[in-house]
Nanobody
Framework: VQLVESGGGLVQAGGSLRLSCAAS????????MGWHRQAPGKQRELVAS???????NYGDSAKGRFTISRDNAKNTVYLQMNSLKPEDTAVYYC??????????????WGQGTQVTVSS
């Protein structure tokens, strides 16, 4: 199973970006999909997650500004980020819980995409 992220880049404070993460490979199903981020010198933190049923959960830094969504037909998760701040600068990672056989669930991570917000 491979997760490929896209959509990162450089944006000015107050701007928006939309991240995407698509899974491919031997996939019987996907439970939760999530986004985490890691800034230099800091621990990786949850940004947002979404279950197969559409229930969402947001980290404090994302509430009110970011929106997570998913397209199950495309095995893809999105993160719409609005009102970006310089402190949102980080490498953003997606992660999925994937059913790879009829009985086995595994966690997979993307390679990360850089988001830089200039002041």
């Amino acid at each position: 199973v491979q997760l490929v992220e896209s959509g990162g880049g450089l944006v000015q404070a107050g701007g928006s970006l939309r991240l995407s993460c698509a899974a491919s490979g031997s996939i019987f199903g996907i439970n939760f999909m999530g986004w985490h981020r890691q800034a230099p010198g800091k621990q990786r933190e949850l940004v947002a997650s979404i279950t197969s049923g559409g229930r969402t959960n947001y980290g404090d830094s994302a509430k009110g500004r970011f929106t997570i969504s998913r397209d199950n037909a495309k095995n893809t998760v999105y993160l719409q980020m609005n009102s970006l701040k310089p402190e949102d600068t980080a490498v953003y990672y997606c992660n999925f819980q994937v059913l790879t056989t009829k009985v086995q669930w595994d966690i997979y991570w993307g390679q990360g995409t850089q988001v830089t917000v200039s002041s």
